[in-house]
């Protein structure tokens, strides 16, 4: 947190402190988001090894796991629980379901244990998604939500570094090193649930509960998200992510590979590089994404970031595979990712919605975001086989799409307060 706390201290001027203690608190979701994602890929050799897991067991713990299927049904389930009975419920709470899923997996000892320890992660992740977004953008002053969202995001990029880390510390340790990973963040769940028992609900969910204090407030029902113009903006949205996220998720099939291909690479450089992807990432929100989302035109930054994406995924269609082809690609993409979709999707999902269905209509687009993933990751081994060129170009595709459907809808909110937003609905 302490890196984080830096971070913040470079890009603000003194300003109220509780409001950044409120964004870390509920941003440290996207920490344990991709924090479990990460560790879960880098123990499945092991449980491999030792439990004999069968190759369709392999792919329904990528599916359903906190990277894709369960995450998504958790997203709509606490999403719509947000928006009923307010943040703090969720946010709190949660965590502690959390932690009770991935002790499943510190002291699993069959494959079904893993299963089950997975789905349960995968349930508490998307639940404290649109919690923490909703929450984080709700309690930003006016003119920083670009700023309050990024924090979040260094935090998503944060916990694979450290899990890699760890799993590189831990690794004579065999399958003790991965329980001891995962221990390590069912007590930063423990340990989150006690911080977040001192913050307060979202104001702003208060005061849409209250009204105008003359007539009574009906609550916001499911079907309301289901206008022409809500529909619209969720499918803008659930759009531009899920391409992008088709090449994310497929990413850490064919990652690997261009390690190996550029020289057998040992666990330690490998390690290296996949880290250092990261602090990239990190680096690029820190510099752009918190530094500018909030000042300039979203819609042109967007569009730098995709292309600056397209053009590093296509390095590896057009030309063969070295080390210094690899090294520019991996900077162009972690660089270009850092103020691009993801990014975007949690700022534009805040601010294009009313208060009472922010957290409902965040759910439901992450819901279909994971959920298709899963079904997608199903199909990706086989997509391997066809070539490793054939398959750069389907994710180069990919980017293109995410990026021309992300450049076409792109919102003009920066520097607008959520009132005025939701006063142009």
Not at 7 to 26: C, G, R
Not at 170 to 191: D, E, M, W
Not at 259 to 276: K, Y
């Amino acid at each position: 947190m302490t890196a984080v706390t830096e971070i913040v201290a470079a890009t603000e001027e003194p300003q109220d402190d509780e409001h950044w203690k409120n964004t870390i608190l509920a941003g440290l979701a996207n920490y344990i988001d991709a924090g479990s994602i990460v560790a879960g890929s880098a123990a499945l050799a092991l449980w491999v090894e030792a439990y004999r897991l069968s190759n369709d067991l392999v792919g329904m713990i990528g599916a359903f796991g906190p990277n894709a299927i369960s995450a998504g049904v958790g997203a709509f389930i606490g999403g719509r629980l947000c928006d009923l009975f307010g943040r703090k419920k969720i946010y709190q709470y949660d965590m502690l379901f959390y932690a009770f899923g991935m002790l499943w997996l510190v002291f699993a000892m069959n494959a079904w244990m893993i299963v089950v320890g997975f789905f349960l992660v995968g349930l508490a992740v998307g639940a404290d998604i649109p919690a923490s977004w909703s929450l984080i953008a709700e309690m930003a002053p006016k003119g920083a939500r670009g700023k309050h969202s990024g924090v979040a995001q260094v935090l998503w990029y944060l916990g694979p570094v450290v899990v890699l880390l760890l799993f590189l510390a831990l690794t004579p340790l065999g399958l003790l090193g991965a329980r001891i990973v995962f221990a390590h963040l069912a007590i930063l769940a423990i340990g989150l649930t006690f911080l977040r028992s001192r913050m307060k609900e979202s104001q702003r969910w208060l005061d849409a509960q209250a009204g105008d204090g003359v007539q009574p407030v009906q609550k916001a029902r499911l079907r309301d998200l289901f206008t022409r113009q809500h529909i619209r903006s969720m499918a803008f949205l659930a759009g531009m992510y899920v391409f992008w996220n088709l090449w994310a998720g497929t990413n850490g099939f064919f990652f690997p590979y261009i390690l190996r291909t550029v020289g057998d690479q040992s666990q330690a450089m490998s390690v290296a590089i996949q880290a250092g992807s990261f602090l990239i990432g990190m680096l690029s929100i820190w510099l752009i994404f918190m530094r500018w989302s909030d000042r300039v035109n979203q819609r042109m930054l967007f569009l730098v970031s995709a292309v600056i994406q397209v053009f590093g995924m296509s390095l590896l269609a057009l030309f063969p595979m070295t080390l210094p082809l690899a090294l520019i690609h991996v900077f162009l993409m972690a660089f270009g990712q850092g103020f691009g979709a993801q990014s975007f999707f949690q700022l534009w999902s805040s601010e294009m919605f009313p208060t009472l269905l922010r957290s409902t209509a965040q759910g439901v687009m992450f819901a279909v975001v994971r959920v298709l993933l899963g079904v997608w990751s199903f199909f990706v081994p086989a997509l391997t086989a066809t070539g490793f060129t054939t398959l750069a170009w389907i994710l180069t595709g990919f980017l293109v799409v995410s990026g021309l459907i992300g450049f076409w809808g792109a919102p003009r909110n920066e520097g607008k307060s959520l009132e005025e937003l939701e006063a142009q609905m």
